[in-house]
């Protein structure tokens, strides 16, 4: 058993079988055989070997023949590593003896092996690691064939393990079938941890190299609750960690009460909390947690998860789905945030290549950049919007002439509707995302020229503190609690109660019940979360005072250390709700 820690990104716990993703980017179907079988495996087994041997003495001959022969010799070493007889003898005997399906044998000894030459302590030997890998990945190759499953494909539950998960893998991912997922990389708001909190299934991100650690098969626990994923669990810690579940169960019932009940202080004062959804589908998810209407639609997600460029009708379609869910609500569509690591894979890629995407030609830019595309979804928006109550949002807004722009355009798209005439709302609510700190320094600018603001602290903190938030290296500098966040987002609020511009939070800092007090004290009243989050947030809100609220966030605000901030905020979490408290 072996316990690896990680970031948890998206609670629950969830015990399941590995699909490898990466390294086989199909999952190993069985894991043991009939004692019956054994006799037919072990040949399956010695053919696919053959078989391997050939394409790798080809692989061989013609490295050797087009580069020369020093490059032949890298295939004659994995030759000679697939045909030691040590190796094929210890594989035949996981299947004779263990009863493990040649697939499984083959993936667990290489791995061992491996892991190995990893730990040898010699750099040489580790990078040869690789060779090892590169055996595997073709022994499975053959051994799977035809019947090779696909990650969109799946047909049987299975946790997802990768070194990396982009946004658009994790958008297309089976939702019947992935039960959870862990990865070596990433930051607690990077866009695959914030897809799984949507997906409500159990993730930790960031957990550094494990992979080699594992096979496709093994059993393993994702605890999204503490961070931690357990390779090959004994009996004894699964039992633990069912009872555990078990525990949190009965504390989110519980908690489940307050779907009914408004987000209200003890001292009366009314705080709405909105959800933020990627899918339509998350509507239900958000109704279901009592949220008073969606504050932040990635509707970017649309482009992540179809493998053509979305139609308007596509964009009318997905955002009148989500209108119809929240009659008489709001909700606060914003335009397209692709570029960085939002990038679709599958169509037509607007994107240039950049050296440094996330200060490049992204969202708003992006948008600007690309007229058609960003025309086709504000007629969307502009028509769904006769539906309901909507709202516009534009995404990274840096300066004064952008904002300027998006609304030119907007007003020409309007205009277009007008002439053909198309049935569309003309006075809809424009608002920006304060998201780089040039926009919050000018936000008494920017107030007088919109309509609401939404402080995306999920990029405001990286380009504040300059620290990617996909990063685990500099995941210690990426901190909602740095005093330079607290006190950009106290100039985005002060500007907004002098211009009578509401402000929203929608980065995942919202999300935190230990930033409610904080965040309240400072004068914010509308948080847009992560739709499971909403119950915790309205205890939390529930249980305190705009007075004590404020004692909070004075104290914090003397505070100097993100890390000092942090731990203040989760010592006066514990006194008002011990029990969202690990
Ligand atoms: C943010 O940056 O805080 C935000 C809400 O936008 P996204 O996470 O989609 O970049
Ligand atoms: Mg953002």
């Keep these: 058993m072996l316990i690896k820690r990680g970031i948890a990104v998206s609670p629950g716990v969830v015990t399941g079988t590995a699909l490898l993703l990466g390294s086989e980017d199909f999952r190993i179907p069985r894991t043991v055989v009939s004692v019956d079988a054994i006799d037919t495996e072990i040949a399956r087994f010695h053919v696919a070997l053959e078989n391997v041997c050939k394409e790798i003495a080809e692989n061989q001959r013609q490295a050797a023949e087009e580069l020369g022969k020093e490059y032949g010799d890298i295939f004659a070493a994995h030759l000679a590593m697939v045909r030691d007889p040590k190796l094929i003898e210890e594989i035949e005997f996981s299947i ?63 946790l997802v393990l990768a070194h990396n998960l982009t946004p658009s893998e994790t958008a297309n991912m089976s939702r019947e079938f992935v039960l959870g997922f862990a990865t070596e990389v990433g930051g607690p708001t990077s866009h695959t941890a914030i897809m799984a909190g949507a997906l409500e299934i159990p993730a930790v991100v960031g957990v550094g190299d494990f992979l080699s650690d594992v096979s496709g098969g093994d059993v393993v626990i994702i605890d999204g609750n503490d961070g931690q994923i357990i390779i090959d669990p004994d009996e004894k810690t699964q039992a633990a960690f069912r009872d555990s579940e078990q525990k949190l169960r009965t504390f989110l019932e519980r908690l489940e009460g307050l779907k009914e009940l408004s987000a209200e202080t003890q001292d009366g004062c009314q705080i709405q909390i909105l959800g933020n959804i990627e899918f339509p589908e998350e509507v239900d998810h958000c109704n279901a947690r009592g949220a008073e209407g969606i504050g932040l639609y990635r509707t970017e997600f649309l482009y992540l998860e179809k493998d053509r460029e979305p139609t308007e009708d596509d964009h009318f379609d997905a955002y009148c789905r989500v209108i119809n869910a929240f009659q008489g609500r709001p909700v606060v569509i914003r335009t397209l945030d692709l570029g960085a690591d939002k990038v679709p894979t599958t169509f037509r890629n607007p994107l240039p290549e950049s050296s440094n995407p996330m200060l490049g030609l992204r969202s708003i830019r992006l948008s600007l950049r690309n007229l058609d595309l960003f025309k086709v979804q504000l007629r969307a928006i502009l028509r769904a919007a006769t539906r309901g109550d909507v709202r516009i949002m534009f995404p990274l807004i840096s300066s004064l002439l952008e ?180």
């Design 96 to 158: 004779r003896d263990r009863c493990f399906s040649p697939e499984f044998a083959t993936s667990r000894v290489l791995r061992h092996k491996a892991k190995v030459m990893q730990n040898l302590g010699s750099h040489y030997l580790a990078e040869r690691a690789a060779d090892v890998f590169d055996v595997e990945k073709r022994l499975l190759r053959h051994l799977l064939g035809e019947r090779r499953e696909e990650l969109t494909q799946l047909t049987a539950p299975v």
């Design 403 to 582: 904002l300027r722009q998006a609304k030119m355009i907007l007003a020409d798209v309007a205009e277009d509707l007008e002439e053909q005439g198309i049935e569309f709302q003309r006075d809809l609510p424009v608002g920006m995302m304060v998201e780089v700190p040039a926009a919050a320094m000018l936000a008494e600018e920017f107030a007088r020229e919109v309509d609401f603001f939404s402080i995306g602290t999920n990029d405001l903190i990286q380009y504040t503190l300059a620290a990617d938030r996909s990063d685990p290296a500099v995941a210690n500098l990426y901190s909602p609690g740095d005093p330079s966040i607290l006190r950009l987002i106290r100039m985005v609020l002060a500007a907004g109660s002098a211009y009578d511009t509401p402000v929203t939070v929608c980065g995942q800092m919202s999300s935190d019940p230990k930033f409610i007090p904080l965040l309240l004290g400072m004068g914010l009243r509308n948080l847009s979360v992560t739709p499971y989050i909403i119950p915790e947030l309205k205890e939390v809100v529930r249980n305190i005072t705009i007075a004590q609220a404020e004692a909070v966030a004075a104290h914090a605000l003397t505070l100097d250390l993100a890390r000092d901030v942090e731990s203040y905020l989760r010592g006066e979490l514990r006194k008002l709700c011990p029990d969202l408290v690990p």
